[in-house]
């Protein structure tokens, strides 16, 4: 058999070895039945599904019917950026506060794409600013500093 689609089939194998490795972990904890679940019923079930989702995908990539779509060359700067900004944020949460954090984040991460504008990054950060604090300061009440050190009373 050919593969047709090899990004779709690349996809497909990653989805079935991320699936299964949360699923053999899973396996390690307490897994209980579906009307008591123990701590491993949940991840183990997700990870079973990620992983038929994966064979589903890579069945599809070797039909008849999939499109022939080669994989692309690997693009370092854009992992590179990606990462990096992932990394800055971790870095700069604890003295330059949360806001500042995501704002680069969002600034460097977004840098990687083709279709980069720095007025819909900035949009975009604002947004994620407004959500996330919602989401995890006002929402899970978990607390961040918010503002750079050199801000704070």
């Not at 701590?39 to 079930?45: H, K, L, S, V």
């Amino acid at each position: 058999m050919k593969i047709r689609n090899q990004r779709d089939f690349g996809a497909g194998v990653m989805y079935m070895l991320i699936g299964l490795f949360f699923a053999g972990v899973a396996t390690k904890y307490q897994y209980g039945t579906a009307a008591k679940m123990g701590p491993g019923y949940f991840p183990f079930w997700l990870g079973m599904l990620m992983a038929a989702m994966g064979l589903l995908v890579l069945v599809r990539s070797l039909g008849a019917k999939a499109t022939i779509e080669a994989i692309p060359k690997f693009n370092f700067k854009v992992i590179g950026l990606i990462t990096g900004s992932i990394i800055l944020y971790g870095l700069l949460l604890p003295k330059m506060g949360f806001i500042v954090a995501v704002l680069v984040l969002v600034m460097i991460a977004s840098s990687a794409s083709k279709e980069f504008s720095w007025k819909v990054a900035l949009i975009n950060a604002v947004v994620l600013i407004a959500f996330t604090y919602s989401v995890f300061v006002i929402g899970l009440k978990l607390q961040f500093p918010l503002l750079p050190f050199f801000l704070q009373q």
